[in-house]
């Protein structure tokens, strides 16, 4: 037990940290700013793709690896060592749409917009819609719910809903209520599929949504409403689900479908989210990490 203690004893103290430089000049504080950069967009792009997963998988078999080490298990850290480059050849295979994605991200982006956040935000930049977008939404939502007319509404928040929006038909115009209604209209263009809302904007239509593989759902629930839900729990947007069959107002957040709600619920619920500094909670924020999982499983099978 004591050899054990010393071997543990061994392999943290031999660990060093490099020394500060005694005069830091332009150039340290300017390497300092960019490498800040990356870590901070490397940990929002981890954030919102299943690297999260993979980051714990790759944590677990670090401390697997460390204790191995510690116990001089020579066979395991043999096959370890003879299996890291396939393993690092894997990882870039299977997340090659990730790192393509990401790489296109950063050259969409202007430099001037993330440098933002030292500026804080005005009044415009505090809410995500305005109040007349929030009352067009809820007056077509029960407008086209008295005529049964089904419908299905995406807000984004936080999470970009970019590559859903690409599934559709961009319109790029501003929202009121006539605009969702015609969409929806039957034997319309754009009435078959989702509308992503983008701040005051209707972004896109007919865009194709995740369906969600939660068992607990209603059996009476259809299409509309799965994928409704099934968007929520990847990503942090609210969908508004608007029955074809009942005429009821549904909404879903964070995987959690609310039916038949009257139209001061879903303002209320509206104006939760139409703050850009609305907190999420913690547990709808572990369900929508568990649905992304679970929705790329299902992809990639």
């Known amino acids: ?5 010393n071997r543990i004893k061994g392999f943290f103290f031999t660990f060093s940290f490099p020394k500060m430089p005694k005069n830091v000049g332009i150039i340290d504080l300017i390497q300092i700013i960019i490498i800040a950069w990356f870590v901070y967009h490397l940990i929002l792009w981890v954030k919102h793709t299943k690297a999260y997963q993979l980051l714990k998988g790759i944590l677990m078999v670090a401390v ?6 510690i116990l001089n298990m020579d066979a395991i850290l043999y096959l370890c060592k003879s299996l890291s480059v396939a ?27 993330n440098l933002k956040i030292l500026g ?24 086209m719910g008295e005529v049964k007319t089904g419908a299905l509404i995406v807000i984004e928040q936080n999470i970009s809903l970019s590559d859903y929006e690409k599934t559709g038909i961009p319109v790029d115009a501003l929202l009121s209520g006539q605009l969702l209604i015609n969409i929806f209209e039957h034997n319309t263009p754009l009435h078959d599929g989702a ?22 759902l209603n059996k009476n629930l259809g299409t509309r409403h799965r994928a409704g839900v099934g968007i929520s729990e990847i990503t942090d947007s609210m969908t ?29 619920q509206l104006h939760r ?10 547990n709808s924020r572990f369900r929508r990490w568990k649905g992304r999982v679970k929705h790329e499983k299902a992809a990639g099978k």
Not at 241 to 261: D, M, Q
Not at 273 to 282: A, D, G
């Open 64 to 69: 697997f690896i460390v204790i191995a080490n």
């Open 195 to 216: 509308v992503i809302v983008k701040g005051n904007r209707v972004a896109a239509a007919t865009c194709y949504l995740p369906l969600s593989d939660n068992m607990e």
């Open 240 to 268: 508004i689900i608007v029955s074809e069959e009942t005429g009821n107002v549904s909404y879903a957040v964070g995987g959690e479908l609310r039916v038949a709600v009257t139209p001061s619920e879903l303002r209320e």
């Open 273 to 282: 989210i139409q703050k850009l500094s609305e907190k999420k909670e913690p």
């Open 120 to 143: 804080g935000t005005t009044d415009e930049e505090a809410v995500r819609f305005s109040d007349q977008t929030l009352n067009e939404i809820v007056r077509a939502s029960f407008e």
């Open 1 to 5: 037990m004591q050899d054990i203690i």
């Open 87 to 113: 393993a690092i050849t894997a990882v870039v295979i299977i997340f090659q749409p990730e790192l393509r994605r990401v790489l296109e991200q950063i050259g969409d982006k202007n430099l001037l917009d």
